[in-house]
């Protein structure tokens, strides 16, 4: 199963709406076949673990990471593929919420004569699903929020500078994040100060992730971001009463308006809920200030990644969070520590929410 949901974590950011499956096969204690599920959602780890087993199906343990699908879509369900190979067990790490899946499965192979065993390893399997659980769930995909500071907690010096607060090694580490998320996602004001491309680099050929700008009115130019349009899409999110949508149809690749909430802000609930619907199961979002503070209010953020820099900016530098207004400790959700480490001359911490 371990391998298995290694092998999973390769399609992170690339097959959504589909969850990453991972697949292994085994028969005489022997790995026969290796699946996970493929860019653009298919085939699925299944098909591909036993399109490599082949015959040596026949009477093997298929280990994977999430319930196999029991619905006809545009695929076969892969519990069938299942039984028609003639797997005489299958260990499942944790049941699909899906509810056209959602026990079908196992029940289907069992009825088939397949041993079933749930349950190994399923907090770490719904960890790696936590996306797609979230969008099946909860109707929102899985916000991961990043911050890079100084070690008093800012993101720029007074004067607007950021380029560059942490190191290499660090920078080189968040363009891996941006890969295995199913987009990346930042205010305007991110944009007009940075111009940023927000594409993943350095890691060869990849899969690239959606870029999205959460912009009230569209008051941003994003000139790095139309230009590169041939390598990742663009969306932009929007406000109803923006300007220059008819001139933003035609520079990006999917424009979404979005209600304003009571502080005539763009209500990030109902914009991460229309990213879902548009099949998004993962975001990456960095920034700025003002859009974190937003994610958290609202209580968004599932992970929180905060790189560290050996640096202090000062009262007057720019918050890597905007005002919360918050008076009372009781009134913030805590986040608990999953991972801490040092990359070249920073750290990383990864806080994860309950």
């Not at 196992?106 to 659980?133: D, K, N, P």
């Not at 009230?216 to 990742?232: E, Q, V, W, Y």
């Not at 991460?272 to 619907?277: D, E």
Request: aromatic share 4%; with cysteine.
């Amino acid at each position: 199963m371990t391998l298995a949901l290694n092998l999973g974590q390769r399609g992170q950011g690339n097959v959504w709406p589909n969850p990453a499956v991972g697949c292994v096969i085994v028969n005489n204690s022997r790995i026969v076949g290796r699946g996970w599920t493929q860019p653009g959602g298919r085939p699925h780890a299944e098909a591909m673990a036993l399109g490599q087993a082949g015959a040596q199906s026949k009477n093997a343990t298929a280990y994977v990471t999430l319930e196999p699908c029991a619905h006809h879509g545009a695929t076969s369900p892969c519990a069938e593929a299942f039984i028609a190979a003639g797997i005489s067990r299958c260990v499942v790490a944790v049941i699909d919420p899906d509810p056209r899946v959602s026990g079908a499965g196992i029940a289907e192979m069992e009825a088939a004569g397949i041993q079933v065993s749930l349950g190994c390893m399923t907090e770490q399997a719904t960890a790696a699903h936590r996306g797609f659980f979230n969008r099946v769930v909860k109707g929102r995909p899985r916000v991961t929020l990043k911050l890079a500071m100084s070690v008093d907690g800012r993101i720029a010096t007074h004067a607007g500078e950021s380029k560059w607060i942490t190191g290499m090694e660090a920078r080189r580490d968040v363009h891996s994040l941006r890969a295995c998320h199913d987009a990346v996602l930042v205010g305007s004001g991110t944009v007009r100060a940075d111009d940023p491309s927000l594409t993943a680099r350095g890691l060869g050929h990849i899969s690239q992730p959606i870029r999205i700008v959460a912009s009230t009115n569209l008051d941003f130019l994003g000139t790095a971001l139309k230009n590169s349009r041939d390598i990742a899409p663009l969306w932009v999110c929007h406000g109803p009463n923006a300007v220059g949508i008819d001139a933003w149809r035609v520079a990006c690749d999917q424009l979404l308006e979005v209600p304003m909430n009571a502080d005539a802000e763009l209500d990030v609930t109902a914009m991460v809920q229309s990213l879902a619907a548009e099949g998004l199961t993962s975001v990456f979002c960095e920034g700025g200030g003002s859009l974190a503070a937003s994610l958290l209010k609202a209580g968004l953020v599932d992970d929180l990644v905060v790189y560290t820099a050996g640096l202090a900016l000062g009262s007057d530098g720019l918050a890597g969070v905007a005002n919360l207004g918050v008076e009372r400790l009781q009134e913030v959700g805590r986040f608990t520590l999953a991972s801490w480490r040092k990359i070249g001359t920073d750290t990383r911490q990864h806080w994860r929410q309950h």
